[in-house]
């Protein structure tokens, strides 16, 4: 089995225009930039499956149900032409409650005592306990992924492309290997638009970058 897991493109979350917009997380669009990344990452994709003959007729294509997730899953199918597309709420990203769509220091003078709460919890425990007010933990996300790797495994379908959210990626990687919760919190997320290949044969299984890599240096506790 093969599992192409794809970050979104690039967002107005991203690039902070959405902290003026405030909408919604599971309305957060692609950016321009973002648009042109799930092109280019749809166009080396095609590519990729060519010139190492993998067949995707039988192929499945997993989507987050979020608008930036569509639209990039839908740029790069344009490429693949891939048929049976599904979509799983299990997929969508970490939810970060009452601190979604605003800037830290903001979160901080609406809601102190929250945020104060939060901070030493996260600070004691690390990122991956620490849930969010009115929002998840990873901790939660890994539990739902786990659902998510669950289904899959009772169908028929092979290779996989999933597109989904940098957080929850990153917990579907570690439910498969079976990491620990310091891999999660030491582990960087992907680039925008990033491919991350996980190869399983013969109950053995590998994890590569083949299109981008990781983000290179992580400085806020948000991963869009």
């Not at 930036?68 to 997929?91: F, V």
């Amino acid at each position: 089995m093969k599992l192409f897991l794809i970050r979104h493109g690039e967002s107005i979350q991203n690039t902070k225009e959405n902290y003026s917009l405030g909408l919604p997380d599971h309305k957060v669009y692609l950016s321009e930039h973002g648009c042109k990344q799930a092109s280019k990452a749809g166009s080396f994709l095609k590519s990729y499956l060519d010139e190492h003959q993998i067949d995707i007729s039988k192929a499945t294509l997993w989507i987050s149900p979020y608008e930036r997730t569509r639209q990039t899953a839908s740029i790069i199918n344009s490429y693949l032409g891939i048929t049976d597309i599904k979509e799983d709420i299990t997929l969508i990203e970490q939810r970060y409650g009452l601190f979604s769509d605003k800037e830290i220091e903001l979160i901080k003078k609406l809601y102190p005592e929250e945020f104060a709460f939060y901070d030493k919890y996260y600070q004691n425990d690390g990122k991956f306990y620490a849930k969010m007010p009115q929002g998840e933990s990873p901790y939660d996300v890994a539990l739902r992924t786990k659902q998510f790797l669950e289904t899959i495994f009772r169908d028929d379908a092979d290779p996989l492309f999933i597109v989904s959210h940098g957080t929850t990626i990153r917990t579907i990687v570690m439910n498969w290997f079976h990491h620990s919760p310091e891999w999660f919190n030491a582990e960087p997320n992907m680039e925008n638009c990033s491919i991350r290949l996980i190869n399983s044969i013969d109950k053995k299984s590998t994890d590569e970058y083949i299109y981008g890599g990781p983000v290179k240096k992580l400085t806020k506790k948000k991963d869009e």
